[in-house]
């Protein structure tokens, strides 16, 4: 029998069937998917740009940072892109009761508040020469001392995410960790991107190194067309 002559169900789901995006990210629930995206190298001022001694669950106000305080150690850093008035969008993600994690309060206000750079310099640029200023929501550095470490959590998002944090190791020494339930330690290398699914299954870090690990963590469109090329052609390597 020819597909044209199969019943129309079943010759549609042939013929139509592609890639979907929000498949592939939202409900297959995979752990994490390498991409091929390539935002430069990373020089050691970039690393100091990048560097921050600040409480990092403090400065959004967690309000388990002091309760739960034993299960991060020396867990530091800062935001480069997100909302202009951070206060405002504090006072309006508290008021809302959204228990949920940074990158999904940022994507559930993006069209409410006024977004940017807290300050243009290189990283920016090399940030926008893949994703432009209207496709991101959020961009922290994460900065993990030698020694320091995350305990076993899952994060919450509003929107019911998957693949969705855009994960850049711009300084990974070998002895750092991380670890997702049931699938083993990401194999990580300095300069890989990542998008990393935080929403399904517990992971934790710990930086076995003897230096600091220095990530950035990007919230954004993931139909930006060059991220969305790079999981489609990531994905289908996979298979």
Known sequence: MTIDKLPKLLKDSIEQNDYDIDVITKHLKLPWLKLDLDFGSWTQDDCKELHSSNDWRTQWEFPDAGTNAYQVKGWNGKVLFGPKDFKRFLDLSIDKQHDHDEDSKCRFFRQQLEYGWITENHISKKINKII???DLNLVNSYVLPAGGYIFPHRDYA???MGLAKIYIA?????GNLFGMYGCGNI??????????????LPHWVYNGSSSDRIVLDISANL???LIKQSILSSFKKML
């Open 223 to 225: 139909h930006s067309p």
């Open 187 to 200: 194999n990580i290398q300095q300069g890989d991107v990542f998008l990393i699914n935080n929403y399904t």
């Open 132 to 134: 432009p200023d209207e």
């Open 170 to 174: 711009v300084q990974w020494s070998e």
């Open 158 to 160: 509003i929107d019911g």
